[in-house]
């Protein structure tokens, strides 16, 4: 199985490189940080790299700090194992340039949860049935019979809280709740993930929604609601982009419509859309597909190039 060819992988490298995607979320540092535990105690050299820098909102989990976004690293170092989590492919990990300038032998693992996933490592462990990818990594450290740290379950259980919005979205299944509880008896610190990033709202940042929902409307011909965040917001209200975090969860509890989709304006010109539905026969993960996005059905994502301006009356992506 592929679990055993990671592990043997693992065992033979010398100097390992864990990814986090772009933007990371709670599930993607959460994976790169329990990793990060998993090899202190193996006592493997291993370096962490997210391609952004993650938001200090995740600053209490062990190990954040250890976490680099300097593209350097990939020529500085030697890396013999590239492992890469959360990610469906390597532009969604903001590295598929990086690696491809890399000029020394490597083997590449892939582990992700995303049924998008175009399955792009030389070894790939992908399950689209987890909720979160610290679910994989928790059945991962399990078949290791590796022992979980207090730490390792609290970055663990952080990726299941972010991926199933504090257990309330549709990625919430059986699997979730019990690793869940496993993980907190295991230590996890559920309040202290919670109290970061679920009760961590500001008076300027609940202002900054409120700017953000007036510009809500709703698309009859799609059945989708669209909220829009301007660059200009985020200066406007002194907010940096952890508090767009969760609008897009937020606004999926609206009545009567099919689906949402958050447009967020960012630096260098992009546009990330958010898009999420309660609905079991829909799948936005198709409408991410045809912005080269992707994700899950109930949740997914993409990034194009433009901004957001309004013309004729209307809002438009120039």
Same mark, same amino acid.
């Given at each position: 199985m592929n679990r055993k060819k990671i592990a043997n992988a693992i065992s033979k490298a010398v100097h390992i490189l864990v990814v986090g995607h772009r933007k990371p979320d709670g599930d993607a540092i959460g994976s790169i940080l329990a990793l990060s535990h998993f090899f202190d105690s193996q006592n493997k050299r291993h370096k962490l790299f997210c391609v952004d820098p993650p938001g200090s909102d995740f600053a209490f989990l062990s190990g954040f700090k250890k976490i680099s976004h300097d593209p350097n690293i990939f020529r500085e170092k030697r890396f013999d194992l590239i492992i890469v989590c959360d990610s469906s492919d390597l532009v969604y990990a903001g590295i598929d340039r990086l690696i491809n300038e890399v000029d020394y032998p490597y083997t590449l693992v892939n582990i992700d949860h995303h049924k998008t996933n175009s399955f792009y490592g @030389? #070894?790939?462990?992908? =399950? *689209? =049935? /987890?909720?979160?990818?610290?679910? #994989? $990594?928790?059945?991962?450290? =399990? &078949? $290791?019979? +590796? *022992? $979980?740290?207090? @730490? /390792? +379950?609290? &970055?663990? $259980?952080?990726? #299941?809280?972010? @991926?199933?919005? &504090?257990?309330?979205?549709? +990625?919430?299944?059986?699997?979730?709740l019990e690793y869940a509880s496993i993980l907190q008896s295991k230590g996890a610190r559920l309040y202290k993930i919670t109290q970061y990033l679920e009760r961590n709202k500001s008076i300027s940042t609940l202002k900054f929604w409120g700017n953000v929902l007036s510009r809500l409307f709703y698309n009859p011909r799609y059945g989708i609601a669209v909220a829009l965040i301007l660059e200009d917001d985020f200066r406007k209200y002194a907010q940096d982009e952890k508090a767009a975090a969760g609008i897009a969860n937020f606004l999926n509890g609206l009545e009567g419509v099919k689906a949402v989709m958050v447009l967020k304006e960012s630096k260098g010109g992009e546009i990330r859309g958010s898009l999420r539905t309660t609905l079991d026969e829909v799948d936005v993960s198709k409408i991410a597909g045809y912005f080269g996005g992707g994700g899950h059905a109930k949740a997914a994502g993409f990034t194009v190039k433009g901004e957001l301006k309004r013309q004729d009356g209307r809002w438009r992506i120039i």
């Open positions: @030389d #070894i790939n462990l992908v =399950e *689209p =049935e /987890m909720s979160s990818n610290t679910q #994989i $990594l928790y059945r991962f450290f =399990e &078949c $290791l019979e +590796a *022992p $979980l740290t207090r @730490d /390792m +379950a609290t &970055c663990l $259980l952080t990726g #299941i809280v972010t @991926d199933t919005g &504090c257990f309330s979205n549709q +990625a919430t299944n059986f699997k979730s």
